[in-house]
């Protein structure tokens, strides 16, 4: 069994920085594509970003572009989410999970295995 524990949020002012983790146990984790979810409140959730179980592919979506990274490291435990510039709107519980070997698009396409999620607020 996969389990995903995030941590790394917490409070910070428009600008500022966070480094959210997401750590894989059990089942090896190196044949999972892991994603970073949020979901504001009265919003769905939404896939914000994905690593490929060989971390060659990285994708985001549009509002995060240029301002959030996503890199996993070379044991294949750890995904981190880089977020720099932080606005806002983009305060929300974010979570990470996990899919055999290749990012998909959308939420639906991750099943089973979710991360219990950690808060993130953006305000001054």
């Known amino acids: 069994q996969l389990r995903l524990v995030e941590s790394g949020g917490g409070l910070v002012q428009p600008g500022g920085s966070l480094r959210l983790s997401c750590v894989a146990s059990?089942?090896?984790?190196?044949?999972?594509?892991i994603g970073w979810f949020r979901q504001a409140p009265g919003k769905d959730r939404e896939v914000i970003s994905c690593?490929?179980?060989?971390?060659?592919?990285?994708n985001y979506v549009d509002s995060v572009k240029d301002r959030f990274a996503i890199s996993r490291d070379n044991t294949n435990t750890t995904v981190s989410l880089q977020m720099d510039n932080l606005k806002p709107e983009d305060t929300a519980i974010y979570y990470c999970?996990?899919?055999?070997?290749?990012?998909?698009?959308?939420?639906?396409?991750?099943?089973?295995?979710w991360g219990q999620g950690t808060q993130v607020t953006v305000s001054s």
């Open positions: 999970a996990a899919r055999p070997f290749r990012c998909r698009p959308n939420v639906s396409e991750y099943v089973g295995y």
């Open positions: 059990g089942i090896t984790g190196e044949y999972y594509a």
């Open positions: 690593v490929s179980s060989t971390g060659g592919i990285t």
